[in-house]
């Protein structure tokens, strides 16, 4: 089954400093990824998103992530951090040859501290 | 224009009933997905519908059912309730079916609590 890793359920990282959360993906046909983030209470916000072209895709707030396909990751970052950062991020593919729906990874709680 | 719509917010239910949730997708799109979300298991795809027509389903069992309406407006249905049905249903809607229009846009969710 096709499936989606965030391998860090928590990343803390001090205010100014840059942030990485990672992403890896099993491999099967041509994966689209997308990054969404998720406030408390609240439903998740499209951070960005990779279908085809340039490696590095740039979204939302300053975030950017890489699509490494030799890796099969596609990890996001920023290079500053905010405290309003601070969010469970999810890491999302869908691919071209299984079934058309979403398939999200765990989530990462990210703490960013002042 | 007004974003994805869930009713209701919040609700309680005790085991052995059933709930009716409700999700108006942003104007224009014409898909709905559904997804529960716990602590436990994360995101989990429930279903999808395109012109008032089932998609995708995920493994949820018989209890959960869903349906798209001519506006596309969709309701998702979950009878018999047991507890581990306690979770927040997330509503998504895009401009087509699947992923491949782009990204989904998600409601603030209907946070069923079951007793």
């Known amino acids: 089954a096709q499936s989606v890793a965030q391998p860090e359920d928590q990343v803390n990282v001090a205010e100014g400093n840059p942030l990485t959360v990672k992403c890896t993906y099993s491999?099967?046909?041509?994966?689209?990824l997308f990054w969404y983030v998720q406030y408390p209470n609240r439903g998740l916000q499209f951070l960005l998103k990779?279908?085809?072209?340039?490696?590095l895709v740039k979204g939302s707030y300053g975030f950017e992530a890489e699509f490494n396909k030799s890796q099969t990751s596609f990890h996001l970052k920023k290079p500053s951090a905010l405290v309003s950062d601070s969010a469970l991020y999810f890491c999302a593919v869908i691919w071209d040859n299984y079934g058309q729906n979403f398939v999200f990874g765990p989530g990462t709680r990210l703490s960013v501290l002042p | 224009k007004a974003g994805v719509t869930q009713t209701p917010r919040y609700l309680i239910k005790t085991r052995g009933q059933q709930v009716t949730l409700s999700c108006s997708p942003i104007?224009?799109?014409?898909?709905v997905s559904w997804y529960q979300q716990t602590p436990g298991q994360g995101l989990q795809f429930l279903f999808e519908y395109f012109s008032e027509t089932q998609r995708n389903k995920g493994n949820f069992p018989g209890r959960f059912s869903g349906r798209q309406f001519s506006n596309s407006r969709s309701e998702m249905n979950v009878s018999t309730l047991e507890l581990g049905d306690s979770a927040l249903y997330l509503c998504?809607?895009?401009?087509?079916?699947?992923?491949?229009?782009?990204?989904?846009?998600f409601g603030e969710g209907s946070r069923l609590t079951v007793l």
């Open positions: 491999v099967s046909g041509n994966p689209y």
């Open positions: 998504a809607s895009s401009l087509s079916t699947g992923g491949l229009s782009g990204e989904l846009f």
């Open positions: 990779y279908i085809t072209g340039d490696n």
């Open positions: 104007s224009g799109h014409r898909s």
